[in-house]
Nanobody, 125 residues
Framework: QVQLVESGGGLVQTGGSLRLSCAAS??????VGWFRQAPGKERELIAA????????NYGDSVKGRFTIARDNAKNMVYLQMNSLKAEDTAVYYC????????????????????WGQGTQVTVSS
């Protein structure tokens, strides 16, 4: 089992930055992904990082603007979001895989079995 708690969401102006945090407990040696879901839209994977930190993947909509990182000593995963746009407004979730594949940053949503409660990010134009 993995427990995840997100924090760091809020209201920011277009062009601003936010850093989201995901605190993990339990079986923390897992790939972690950040997802988001806006009203009326499907959930999308925006970033993923392998347990060993050596592999990352990003969705096309956030490449070059968002950075995922992790600190395994603190059981934390971060999402640094820069150059925010109105279309980044969504509820952001961190999720972890059940399988232990330390070098894989899966982009398959079905691989993620554990979810946090989400944190709202609102970007005002």
């Amino acid at each position: 089992q993995v427990q995840l708690v997100e924090s760091g969401g809020g209201l920011v102006q277009t062009g601003g930055s936010l850093r989201l945090s995901c605190a993990a407990s339990g079986r923390t040696s897992r790939t972690v992904g950040w997802f988001r879901q806006a009203p009326g839209k499907e959930r999308e994977l925006i970033a993923a990082i392998s347990w060993n930190g050596g592999s990352t993947n990003y969705g096309d909509s956030v490449k070059g603007r968002f950075t995922i990182a992790r600190d395994n000593a603190k059981n934390m995963v971060y999402l640094q979001m820069n150059s925010l746009k109105a279309e980044d407004t969504a509820v952001y979730y961190c999720a972890a895989t059940a399988a232990f594949r330390p070098s894989v940053a899966s982009i398959r949503a079905d691989d993620y079995n554990y979810w946090g409660q989400g944190t709202q990010v609102t970007v005002s134009s």
